[in-house]
């Protein structure tokens, strides 16, 4: 069964820490997403990756930044955590070309910052 | 910038009632996603439209891509207390997909 695996399905972290969430997925994807999902607002999309090494900021960036440094690994770094980035965090993949727009998501990683 | 609204926000319905949500995009899309979140999960996939006017079916489920490739419907025959969830619409092209904020259905047994 294909799988996009979060590292951490619940965080507490402090304000003003550093905060990593890994997102790993073994369908050999090209696109990779992260997306922050507040009651309300939606699914808001954070940052993306098309390729190793590539990155695009998404609709809401401020305060985050990513790494990909293999295929399968996609990060997403909070370099100093606020209480507003509290929320559910969900990684996606897909495919690049016709499948690009069918995602694949994460079970979530809900992060609470004090 | 893109911007896709979903309808109704909630819907409430006893079971064995009709259900459709509604996905209405400002730029034509290239093709839009349907996606099912239970309460407490994720979203997973559900159908991809692609053509205008495509209708597809999935048992009770029927998807519509409108003519114009700006609009969409996901309608739920006889609904069962396993169709709660939110229901996700999302279009987009060039990876920048902008999601619906959803539609919440709840079935009352």
């Known amino acids: 069964d294909v799988k996009v695996t979060q590292s951490s399905r619940y965080l507490v972290k402090r304000t003003g820490e550093k905060v990593f969430l890994e997102c790993v997925q073994d369908m050999d994807h090209e696109n990779m997403f992260w997306y922050r999902q507040d009651p309300g607002l939606g699914l808001r999309l954070i940052y993306f990756?098309?390729?190793?090494?590539?990155?695009e900021k998404g609709d809401i960036p401020e305060g985050y930044s990513v790494s990909r440094e293999k295929k399968e690994r996609f990060s997403l770094i909070l370099e100093s955590a606020s209480t507003n980035q509290t929320s559910m965090y969900l990684c996606?993949?897909?495919?690049?070309?016709?499948?690009?727009?069918?995602?694949?998501f994460g079970a979530g990683s809900r992060l609470t910052v004090l | 910038g893109q911007q896709v609204m979903q309808i109704p926000q909630y819907q409430h319905v006893q079971e064995g009632e009709d259900f459709t949500t509604y996905c209405n995009s400002s730029?034509?899309?290239?093709?839009i996603q349907w996606y099912k979140q239970r309460p407490g999960g994720h979203p997973v996939f559900l159908i991809q439209l692609v053509k205008s006017g495509e209708v597809k079916k999935q048992k009770r489920l029927t998807f519509q891509f409108g003519e114009a490739k700006k609009n969409s419907s996901l309608h739920i025959t006889a609904t069962q207390t396993t169709d709660v969830g939110t229901y996700f619409c999302?279009?987009?092209?060039?990876?920048?997909?902008?999601f619906g904020k959803g539609t919440l259905l709840t079935v009352n047994p």
């Open positions: 990756s098309y390729d190793v090494k590539m990155k």
């Open positions: 996606a993949s897909s495919f690049r070309g016709v499948g690009a727009n069918v995602l694949t």
């Open positions: 999302n279009g987009g092209s060039n990876y920048k997909l902008t």
């Open positions: 730029t034509t899309l290239s093709n």
